[in-house]
T-cell receptor, first 111, second 115 residues
Framework: AQTVTQSQPEMSVQEAETVTLSCTYDTSENNYYLFWYKQPPSRQMILVIRQEAYKQQNATENRFSVNFQKAAKSFSLKISDSQLGDTAMYFCAFGNNDMRFGAGTRLTVKP | DTGVSQNPRHKITKRGQNVTFRCDPISEHNRLYWYRQTLGQGPEFLTYFQNEAQLEKSRLLSDRFSAERPKGSFSTLEIQRTEQGDSAMYLC?????????????FGSGTQLSVL
């Protein structure tokens, strides 16, 4: 069974600075996808970024980028130039036929 | 397209009662997922459908839980004989297969409180 682990329950960062959220996973599969989802206080889950396991190049999406280390089964999210609106719960997720989520990291961006 | 719609947004019930939630996915999406989320935790997978076929059910889905998607469009999740431990946010999401790892589009959820 696939498991997703987020070891940082809470993190904070000053506005305009950079923060990295960690995620590790366990799977025996070779082809899969990894995701970071954001859940603001409204609780609507929003996709932040997606990485295909067969691609070596790390995905980027504006201020968001990932560091995907397939051998280490690590998938961290870097948020650059943090904004107050980035304050939310961030969930790492592993996807193949279904989606499994980590327990989340609560990120607070401080002014 | 208005996205994934879930009804009701909130449900308060007494222990032992039955409840039913509805999810209307994005119209062209053929995969539909149900998740349960408790406060401070990530969503826990419950079950998913491809069209009307229920392809996987989590061990979390006890025999008190049943989900249907009779015509491959909307889905219902029923909980019989509710227990206080069933209190949670129930999230529905949809996606387009066979590209199953297209991003999931989530609804706003149904918050269940069992008294």
């Amino acid at each position: 069974a696939q498991t997703v682990t987020q070891s940082q329950p809470e993190m904070s960062v000053q506005e305009a600075e950079t923060v990295t959220l960690s995620c590790t996973y366990d799977t025996s599969e070779n082809n899969y996808y990894l995701f970071w989802y954001k859940q603001p206080p409204s609780r609507q889950m929003i996709l932040v970024i997606r990485q295909e396991a067969y691609k070596q190049q790390n995905a980027t999406e504006n201020r968001f980028s990932v560091n995907f280390q397939k051998a280490a089964k690590s998938f961290s999210l870097k948020i650059s130039d943090s904004q107050l609106g980035d304050t939310a719960m961030y969930f790492c997720a592993f996807g193949n036929n279904d989606m499994r989520f980590g327990a989340g990291t609560r990120l607070t961006v401080k002014p | 397209d208005t996205g994934v719609s879930q009804n009701p947004r909130h449900k308060i019930t007494k222990r032992g009662q039955n409840v039913t939630f509805r999810c209307d996915p994005i119209s062209e999406h053929n995969r539909l997922y149900w998740y349960r989320q408790t406060l401070g935790q990530g969503p826990e997978f419950l079950t998913y459908f491809q069209n009307e076929a229920q392809l996987e059910k989590s061990r979390l889905l006890s025999d008190r839980f049943s989900a249907e998607r009779p015509k491959g469009s909307f889905s219902t999740l029923e909980i019989q004989r509710t227990e206080q431990g069933d209190s949670a946010m129930y999230l529905c999401a949809s996606s387009l297969a066979p590209r199953v790892n297209e991003k999931l589009f989530f609804g706003s959820g149904t918050q269940l409180s069992v008294l």
